[in-house]
């Protein structure tokens, strides 16, 4: 059985050889589909059409298929890796052993935001970022972000919204009023200084790529995302009889009718229905 497990257990031979695999599928071309896929569909609310990864209550199925997807694809290259979390609540400093040269690599540069050290440092030759929404050739981090300082989500902050009893609520999107489980991990209810805006929050704490559409370019994004599925994992758990919502697709006269998927819909596009991921203990298992 799949065991993933929080990246500060891991001991430094499964570093390697997690960081080995995911430069060798980097090196076959099959990395830059994930990175392709996640910019394709990251759609926004004021957009027309379907959102499904992003602003929307297929949050946390949609990325719990593609993280086992690229695990999968992991362990087709080497059989033992599974992809690690990050608690991001306990492993908040930059100087967390996350970020050293074994693993992850360290902060970007002043001048450029390069990344200067670590397997996916530019200067090492296996990390060349080929599908950007901007031109750097190199990746970048921002950690912290000096210039506008942020903070990691805490602890109490994790627990305030674990404790929301409602995985959704309509309008389903972003807007501050969708005040289920869903959207304030995502991220999008509430201000920073409020404690609010959760998952968004690391990815502009890391910063560099992990800002925006191609954010699976930085592979600390595959850490982030284990901990946001264990984190919906941890919310099942506390709340038994509650569960993913809308079960039923939108009314004809509704909006959102087209633009959310209720539980027995597919997902694009894996051609999977949320239903089917509800459960992860089919796939793998959390040492927590
Ligand atoms: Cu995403
Ligand atoms: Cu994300």
């Not at 397997?119 to 060349?128: E, I, L, Q, R, V």
């Not at 807007?175 to 409020?194: L, M």
């Not at 009889?241 to 027995?264: F, H, Q, W």
């Amino acid at each position: 059985m799949n065991t993933r497990k929080n990246q500060r257990n891991l001991t430094s031979s499964q570093r390697t050889r997690f960081v080995e695999a995911v430069l060798e599928l980097k090196r076959s071309g099959r990395y830059e589909k994930y990175v392709r896929t996640h910019a394709q569909y990251f759609t926004s609310d004021g957009e027309n059409g379907l959102r499904v990864a992003h602003m929307a209550p297929t949050f946390f199925p949609w990325h719990r298929q593609f993280v086992l997807y690229f695990e999968r694809d992991l362990q087709l290259i080497d059989p033992s890796v599974t992809v690690p979390y990050w608690d991001w609540t306990v492993d908040n400093e930059e100087s967390s052993a996350l970020w050293s040269a074994d693993f992850m690599g360290g902060n970007g540069r002043q001048s450029d935001g390069q990344v200067m050290t670590g397997p996916f440092a530019y200067g090492n030759g296996k990390w060349p970022i080929t599908f950007g929404v901007t031109d750097e050739k190199y990746l970048t981090r921002n950690i912290g972000r000096p210039d506008r300082p942020i903070r990691l989500p805490t602890k109490a902050e994790l627990d305030g919204a674990l404790a929301l009893g409602t995985y959704d609520t309509a309008p389903w999107n972003s807007a501050p009023g969708t005040q289920g489980f869903r959207n304030r991990i995502e991220g999008w209810t509430v201000s920073e200084s409020k404690g609010g805006y959760l998952h968004n929050r690391v990815h502009q704490w890391v910063g560099g790529h992990m800002i925006g559409a191609a954010s699976p370019n930085d592979p600390v994004f595959w850490l982030h995302h284990a901990f946001i599925d264990l984190i919906w994992v941890r919310w099942q758990r506390l709340h038994p009889k509650s569960g993913y919502l809308p079960m039923k697709p939108m009314a004809g006269s509704d909006r959102e009718r087209g633009r959310v998927i209720s539980a027995d819909e597919p997902m694009p596009p894996f051609n999977v229905k949320p239903s089917e991921m509800f459960d992860h203990r089919p796939y793998y298992r959390y040492e927590e």
